[in-house]
């Protein structure tokens, strides 16, 4: 026993010696912007003992030493040593990027593709490359050099910018912020205005084409578009910036961090207000921007972080495209705008938007174990504002020269104002209103990520989601007139209502959403491989004050229930150091969109049996690495099956109709190349190369049209087979260099080649065998920029000019075709010409 105790003693000893002996290390790595890198490798010197940096760049590792040496790095970054000790054992390591080397992509979620890894065709730009090219541009815009894309200010309004992913649009392409879907829950849409300004908090972009590697329950047929925010900065500072551009172009903006503060917590905050005139003419605009994070470290397990960011912003729009002749025949040119004018001197729209959209989420971190990880995010949005329009006889139309100031003027508000009073007790005969889409969003998602072994990890997750959109129209001024007078709502017949009062409809469509996902990866050596599959239900009702009476049951529809599935998987082969290649394929099936389930706009002739939109996607790729050269080359093959058609059709007797067409094919076929080169460390040559083939891929014919009783009234056709997909350009190049003149001077050139883009149409007006879509232009534009970082006392200073389409380049960006589909016919919008941007950021 005595023996027993002594050893015991002794092993005591030793345990004791070494816990006490360890030291405890923790810190956190950041790049030369102070953003967190996570993924980065950090390692004991001389041992293998390591740990990697988790999402918000932290790590924490024990030493077996009380003193010794770090050895940290992250792929395109150069390494980098860090000495501690057990008294300065809490580090903060900054990674200053490796001009010889690639730069590969900074994993920030979940949801991003990881390089040499992930097997999906991605495009990924940082904050860095965001602010230097971005000016006065629409946020979208930045990703015109990358394959898939096309990208336009659409009418020119601020925030009215649009993209489409292979073809695809906004309603079929993914739009996540911070791993948050963002996609309008009704109609899929995206508004980029309800973002404006988040290309000053943006960390991180990345673009994944196709099925992508989102890791949430959302079906995506051109891609994912992923937005990473940033988060608290480690080190106490900020920056203010002010920039000046063309038509009144006029942006500030203040960025400041407290650090990490002895409580463990860290704020940053963000705000900024940009206003101008405006490119078009009559698209005044204004727009506040805020962001703000709080982020708490509870303890080794937990972290908090509380995010919250908006932009509230009205600004004037160019709602009307226009025939190619009207735009020659104004003095304004492609500046054309005819939804404006002036009232009592003052600038008036007839066509605008207004709206503001905070996001607010808090994300929970909890580090179970070394192998096990559970991210849980609850948002909420809440969502006033909508676009402004005319009501009332139209006295508006850009060809009535009676209210015209000159042919092809601006509108004479004057005159239909003293129109408007002199129709006294009647009320006025035109007047201006707003259509509304409020809205209110619920969010919860949670991911659990496990490695279930050295090679397998299992990722599992949740999306819930609750959904009200809150539609009416309002009065918004009277142009004059003592009232308007609307018999729209059955509640209230001989309604005269006066600004603020609601005419037309008010109706709210209430959307469910309860998703999940799984999916499995497999990593080891060259290979890796992932299965994933997701499962969701989507739930629609409506609520109509308008064409109901309240005490009517049908004010309140039932509620529909349709249910999505998806399975999707992929292999990445990685040859030798340099070669890759790579595979992926899916099927899912997607919900109908809310008005293709209502496509009547009532509660009681409904289309409960709209079917599900059936995608089918292949893709091969191949990608090349080397300390100078990388480059990527995709193919794809995308077949999507009973594309959502609801076509609606006004009746000899007044009556309206509609048909849930089936058999709506498009098949979207292409090869991506893009390449990076670096042949010094003060050049950087990239390009790009996209050559689609979209096209639609079904006749539908005699379909079937229905009455309200419905009854069978007419059958018609839908000829469309071989046509070509519109609204976006089917070829596209891009070449781009970046030059150091000096270490702290950078030049860049880019140039954009757009060809086959044809005009947009819907495919049930295709009644009769016909041409194919009128082929707008091809058109090639030059984009050019400098920076240059100097010393403002003790501030680091940078100011960046750039000008887009230097050359002044006269294009069509979008087109509607029109009867005969030509050139003649076809009502258009042109692309912006000239413009520039000068700014400075002092940080501090």
């Known amino acids: 026993m005595k023996n027993f105790k002594n050893l015991l003693f002794v092993a005591l000893f030793f345990i004791t010696a070494t816990v006490l002996g360890q030291t405890k290390i923790t810190g956190t790595i950041v790049d030369e912007t102070n953003q967190p890198l996570p993924g980065a490798s950090v390692l004991v010197k001389g041992t293998t003992n390591g740990t990697s940096t988790d999402f918000n760049g932290k790590f924490t590792l024990q030493s077996k030493s009380n ?14 040593e860090a000495a501690y000790s057990s008294s300065n054992n809490k580090l903060t390591v900054m990674l200053m990027e ?25 495009s990924t730009i940082k904050a860095s490359e965001i602010e230097l090219k971005l000016g006065t541009q629409e946020f979208p815009e930045i990703l015109k050099s990358t394959p898939g894309v096309y990208a336009t200010k659409a009418g020119g309004g601020y925030g009215d910018g649009r993209i489409n992913l292979r073809g695809f649009n906004s309603e079929n392409v993914a739009v996540m912020i911070n791993g948050v879907p963002v996609n309008d829950m009704e109609n899929g849409r995206v508004y980029w205005s309800n973002w404006a300004g988040l290309g000053d908090v943006t960390s991180a972009m990345q673009v994944q084409r196709g099925l992508g590697a989102s890791k949430v329950a959302v079906p995506a047929i051109g891609g994912t578009i ?56 009559g698209t005044p605009f204004t727009g506040f921007n805020y962001f703000l994070n709080v982020s708490k470290e509870l303890n080794d397990e937990h972290k908090l972080s509380f995010t919250a960011f908006g932009a509230l912003q009205r600004h004037g729009q160019r709602q009307n495209r226009h025939l190619i002749k009207t735009f020659r025949d104004s003095e304004r040119g492609r500046k054309y705008n005819s939804d404006w004018g002036y009232k009592n001197g003052q600038l008036t729209n007839s066509e605008d938007n207004f709206y503001h959209k905070p996001q607010i989420s808090l994300n929970h971190y909890w580090t179970l174990s070394d192998k096990t990880f559970i991210s849980t995010a609850a948002y909420v949005s809440f969502g006033t504002g909508g676009g402004g329009g005319t009501a009332g006889a139209n006295k508006f139309g850009f060809d009535n020269s009676e209210y015209r100031d000159g042919p092809l003027g601006t509108i004479n508000f004057d005159k239909i104002v003293d129109e408007n009073i002199a129709n006294g007790v009647n009320g006025s005969i035109s007047a201006l209103r707003a259509s509304r889409n409020d809205h209110n969003w619920y969010g919860v998602l949670s991911t659990l990520k496990t490695d279930l072994t050295d090679e397998f990890t299992l990722l599992a997750g949740l999306d819930y989601r609750n959904y009200t959109g809150i539609h009416y129209t309002e009065v918004t001024d009277l142009l004059g007139g003592q009232f308007l007078a609307d018999d729209s709502n059955v509640n209230n017949p001989n309604n005269q209502a006066q600004v603020g009062d609601v005419i037309f409809y008010d109706n709210d469509g209430k959307v469910g959403w309860l998703g999940g996902f799984a999916q499995l990866e497999y990593s080891k050596d060259a290979i890796s491989a992932f299965v994933s599959a997701n499962v969701s239900n989507t739930t629609y009702q409506r609520v109509d004050r308008f064409l109901y009476l309240d005490s009517d049951p049908n004010q309140t529809s039932d509620k529909y229930d349709f249910l999505g599935y998806g399975i999707k998987g992929g292999v990445n082969y990685n040859l030798d150091e340099n070669h890759g290649v790579f595979v992926n394929l899916g099927y899912f099936e997607k919900a109908p969109f809310f008005n293709s389930v209502f496509a009547n706009r009532n509660n009681v002739d409904v289309n409960a049996d709209a079917e599900n939109q059936k995608i089918t996607s292949y893709e091969l790729g191949y990608t090349f690495r080397s300390a100078k050269f990388s480059a990527n080359l995709n193919l794809y093959y995308t077949s999507w099956k009973d594309r959502t058609e609801v076509a609606r059709f006004q009746l000899q007797d007044g009556t309206i109709a509609f048909a849930n067409i089936l058999g709506v094919n498009a098949l979207h076929k292409g090869i991506e190349l893009d390449f990076s080169y670096r042949p010094s460390d003060k050049l950087t040559i990239t390009g790009m190369a996209s050559l689609g083939d979209w096209k639609w891929d079904s006749n539908v014919e005699n379909v079937e049209i229905f009455d309200e009783t419905n009854t069978k009234v007419d059958e018609v056709d839908i000829l469309i087979k071989g046509l070509h997909v519109g609204d976006a350009a089917q070829t596209t190049f891009a070449l781009g260099t970046n030059y150091k003149l000096t270490p702290e001077t950078t030049f860049t050139v880019d140039y954009n080649y757009y060809g086959d883009l044809y005009a947009d149409f819907d495919p049930s007006s295709r009644g009769e065998v016909g041409p194919d879509a009128w082929k707008v232009p091809n058109y090639s534009l ?33 087109a509607q075709d029109g009867s005969g589909s030509n050139a003649q016919t076809a009502s258009v919008y042109y692309g912006a010409g000239r413009t520039f941007s000068v700014g400075a950021k002092i940080n501090f």
Do not use: C, W
């Not at 920029?785 to 887009?804: Q, Y």
């Open 67 to 80: 003193s010794g040496v770090l050895v940290v790095s992250f792929i395109g970054y150069k390494s980098k």
């Open 98 to 122: 490796d001009a010889g080397s690639l730069d590969e992509i900074v994993v920030v979620s979940n949801s991003f593709a990881i390089d040499r890894k992930t097997p999906v065709a991605v």
């Open 226 to 281: 992923n937005i990473i925010s940033k988060t608290t900065d480690i080190e106490e500072g900020g920056n203010f910036g002010y920039t000046l551009g063309n038509d009144g172009y006029t942006k500030y903006g203040l960025t400041y961090s407290t650090g990490l503060m002895d409580n463990d917590v860290a704020v940053t905050v963000s705000a900024a207000q940009t206003s101008g005139r405006g490119y078009v003419d």
């Open 782 to 814: 030059f984009d050019t920029s400098i920076r240059h970082k100097f010393k403002f006392g003790n501030f680091d200073t940078a100011i960046t000019a750039r000008v887009n389409n230097v050359f002044d380049t006269v294009y069509i960006s979008d």
